[in-house]
């Protein structure tokens, strides 16, 4: 029997309503259901618990077929990101490679390659490592690794080092091409332990000045000091510039052993602090054997944790002086823990503090992206050419035994300021080196003369060798060739710095970092700063 028309419109707004419930019900079920019809209802308020089940649930339910490590690796990833900029998680196919800096050696076969027009060039072959023993040479090109062509524009650097990388005692086939050799040359290389220094240069800067540069904190890099120390004494060192520019740091055992060289016995060097972790204090033993050696650190914004923490050391106990620019500001402490698949975290478990009790470490709160950007926002404010751009807290504010103000709360603020040398670093100059010119066009010229180069001695080139205008004019047409268009008004002012850049980058060529640093370093106004205020103290 058919209801009439005016009851069935009265009662639409009804069915309506209820066909409206029935969908929302109906699409919440659809969205929560498993198999059309079960409700998954997780086990667990627990916050661990919650999310394993939730990785068990995307692996089991999802639409579509899920790597499990991988999402798993992810989330802890990007959990770690959300605590500080420090904490990280490490892949197990990472892991190996990132430990390498810390531990100082590495398995591989000894070389030091650069990609120049799409060819891999040997720059340096390791003294007495595998390749030298095999008969590679630097100023080879390498053209087949195990049979594989790696040439061409395709070539990546880290492809190629996977490849010549590997267990030692295992053997890698390579073909080079080399200078005045019609064919390719083929030879096996039984990989070995590969050292990596951790300094890359020391010498005497005068008859009575040490110089050392320290460019991590590793495992090997205390004895490689001590190391350098007494060969520096034995040629007449009295007093030391000890160059920490660009270290980002490493292994704060390190740091604090190195520090006690110069720290007289007792003197507090760093202690740490964190939850669940008491406070630790570093002390100077009775071992120091330069606690009365002159001494100047050499700090700039790349310098970070390690650095900071001797850096800071010997600021607090009024022991050197410090010259340069406002360093990273990294105070936290990591600790790393190993999974059973050869993952890892770094975790922050702790942060230092300096002698007289600073944390300098920088402000993170704004994420991890900004955070890193912090130097980009130096140069902005004038910070890295103007000390007085530099602001500082009262709360921050610090003294030394002796008086001396410092700072917490961002870096280690040096006790001497030298501005970035932005007037002869113009864009013509740092196109060179971004486009890498120098390197390509001295492995060019190097190849050409090496023989006659090298019986030249590096002491001899060092002292005397003077790049000519002609050579100028050679690299400058090479540079325009290569997309570097020749600036009038820049090369006013860079023509000197130019010749001994180009000196320099000649040299590593043939006798590496010894060659090229007392080359470089004689347009380091840092340097020649450090080296004016160490002959002072």
């Not at 002086?321 to 999974?339: A, N, P, Y």
């Not at 994420?367 to 921050?396: C, M, V, W």
């Not at 971004?434 to 001899?460: A, H, P, T």
């Not at 090479?478 to 710095?497: F, I, M, P, Q």
Request: proline fraction near 3%.
């Amino acid at each position: 029997m058919n209801n009439p028309p005016g009851r069935f419109y009265v009662f639409m707004p009804l069915i309506f309503a209820g066909l409206l419930v029935a969908g929302i019900f109906i699409g919440r079920t659809l969205q929560f259901s498993s198999g059309g019809n079960t409700t998954i209802v997780f086990s667990s308020n627990d916050a661990s618990e919650k999310l394993n089940q939730v990785i068990h649930y995307i692996d089991k339910e999802y639409v579509d077929t899920v790597n499990q490590r991988d999402l798993t690796d992810k989330v802890i990833s990007d959990m770690l990101q959300h605590l500080d900029p420090h904490s990280t998680y490490i892949s197990a196919k990472d892991l190996a490679d990132v430990n390498e800096s810390l531990e100082g050696n590495f398995d591989g076969v000894g070389i030091e390659f650069n990609v120049y027009r799409d060819t891999i060039c040997i720059i340096a072959v390791v003294k007495g490592g595998p390749s030298e023993k095999a008969g590679l040479l630097a100023g080879d090109k390498l053209v087949k690794v195990e049979g594989e062509n790696v040439t061409g524009e395709k070539t990546k650097d880290r492809e190629v080092t996977k490849k010549l990388r590997g267990r030692r005692g295992t053997k890698v086939k390579v073909s080079i091409l080399r200078s005045g050799e019609p064919r390719l040359l083929d030879f096996t290389v039984e990989r070995g332990e590969i050292p990596i220094y951790s300094i890359d240069v020391s010498y005497m800067l005068d008859e009575q000045t040490g110089y050392i540069k320290l460019t991590r904190f590793a495992e090997t890099s205390y004895n490689e000091f001590m190391d350098a120390v007494k060969s520096l004494r034995a040629k007449g060192m009295k007093r030391i510039v000890l160059d920490l520019r660009g270290n980002g740091g490493g292994i704060l055992d390190i740091a604090v052993q190195i520090a006690d060289e110069f720290l007289e016995d007792g003197k507090l060097i760093v202690y740490t602090k964190g939850k669940a972790y008491p406070k630790k204090e570093y002390r100077a033993t009775k071992q120091g054997a330069l606690t009365n050696t002159p001494l100047v650190i050499l700090i700039d914004e790349n310098s970070a944790s390690a650095s900071e923490i001797l850096a800071g050391a010997i600021q607090d106990n009024d022991r050197g002086t410090i010259v340069g620019r406002r360093s990273f500001g990294k105070g936290l402490v990591q600790h790393q823990t190993e999974f059973p698949d050869s993952s890892a975290i770094r975790l922050t478990i702790a942060r230092y503090y300096t002698p007289t009790g600073r944390c300098i470490q920088k402000p993170y709160d704004k994420g991890t992206e900004e955070y890193y950007k912090d130097e980009e926002q130096r140069l902005k404010h004038g910070e890295l050419e103007n000390p007085d751009s530099i602001h500082f807290a009262d709360s921050l504010k610090f003294k030394t035994p002796k008086g001396k103000i410092v700072y917490g709360g961002g870096g280690i603020m040096p006790d001497v300021f030298v501005p970035l040398d932005t007037a002869r670093r113009n864009r013509y100059i740092n196109e060179l080196f971004y486009k890498n010119i120098f390197n390509q066009f001295s492995f060019d010229f190097v190849n050409s003369n090496r023989k006659k180069l090298l019986e030249m001695g590096s002491e001899e080139y060092i002292r005397s060798y003077k790049v000519s205008e002609e050579l100028l004019r050679q690299f400058m047409d090479y540079a325009e060739k290569n997309g570097v268009k020749k600036n009038s008004g820049d090369l006013k002012h860079s023509a000197d710095l130019l010749k001994n850049y180009l000196k320099a980058s000649i040299a590593r060529d043939l006798w590496d970092n010894p060659g090229f640093y007392p080359i470089y370093n004689k347009d380091d106004k840092t340097l020649l700063k450090g080296l004016e205020v160490v002959e002072g103290l």
